[in-house]
């Protein structure tokens, strides 16, 4: 993939096509793998004119609250992901980190038990947890923002773009009000098998 002149994104295909702004264009089969590799340059999605744009599309209403001076700088701390942790990643379909931080959390639970450790310090663990989350969790989703962006930008023709940005970013409020309660399934079952 080239830079295209006219857009600023690497979306030129083989056949000298912008993927982006030319409506007629056939879509690269290789644009998506190299929007997703470390060599694919995000910043250069940021060049662009439509570049806030497109991060205000993905992220929804609450744009301004990652981002409070706009520019895509994010906050320094989430109170959500700090509290909420596991729910809130999913909330924000950032499901491998989701996935990684409830993992965590099963491992640390693991480890006290077979090892005894006192639960206070799994408590301090589990706030120690609770605090990188908060300070990590909007770099981590202007990260997300970014690769997911980046690969809409790859693939997608003028027109659809916008749609899938809302598709693929947004929020997903069914899915983590579906994991707290398998979660709470668990820790109910976990207990009565204990008989607590």
């Known amino acids: 993939m080239e830079k295209c002149q006219k857009c600023g994104n690497m979306s030129v295909n083989d056949n000298g096509e912008c993927?982006?702004?030319d409506e007629s264009a056939s879509v690269?089969?290789?644009?998506?793998?190299?929007?997703?590799?470390?060599s694919f340059p995000i910043d250069d999605i940021y060049s662009t004119p439509e570049a806030e744009e497109y991060s205000k599309i993905f992220v929804g209403s609450k744009y301004y609250s990652f981002f409070p001076h706009g520019g895509d700088i994010p906050k320094s701390w989430n109170w959500a992901a700090f509290f909420i942790g596991v729910f809130w990643f999913i909330y924000r379909k950032m499901y491998l980190y989701a996935a990684i931080y409830l993992g965590l959390g099963f491992l640390l639970t693991g480890i006290q038990s077979m090892l005894g450790i006192?639960?206070?310090?799994?408590?301090?663990?589990?706030?120690?947890?609770?605090?990188?989350?908060?300070i990590l969790a909007n770099r981590?989703?202007?990260?997300?923002?970014d690769k997911k962006i980046a690969?809409?930008?790859?693939?997608a023709q003028k027109s659809e773009i916008i749609?899938?940005?809302k598709a693929k970013g947004g929020t997903n409020l069914v899915g983590a009000l579906?994991?707290?309660g398998i979660l709470f399934a668990i820790i109910v079952m976990s207990?009565?098998?204990?008989?607590?």
């Open 140 to 145: 981590l989703y202007k990260q997300h923002m």
């Open 178 to 180: 579906v994991a707290f």
């Open 28 to 38: 690269n089969p290789y644009a998506v793998s190299a929007a997703v590799t470390d």
């Open 163 to 165: 749609p899938a940005l």
């Open 19 to 21: 993927v982006v702004c």
């Open 151 to 155: 690969e809409t930008l790859a693939v």
């Open 191 to 196: 207990m009565s098998a204990m008989g607590i």
């Open 118 to 134: 006192s639960e206070v310090i799994t408590n301090v663990i589990s706030i120690g947890m609770g605090v990188g989350a908060g």
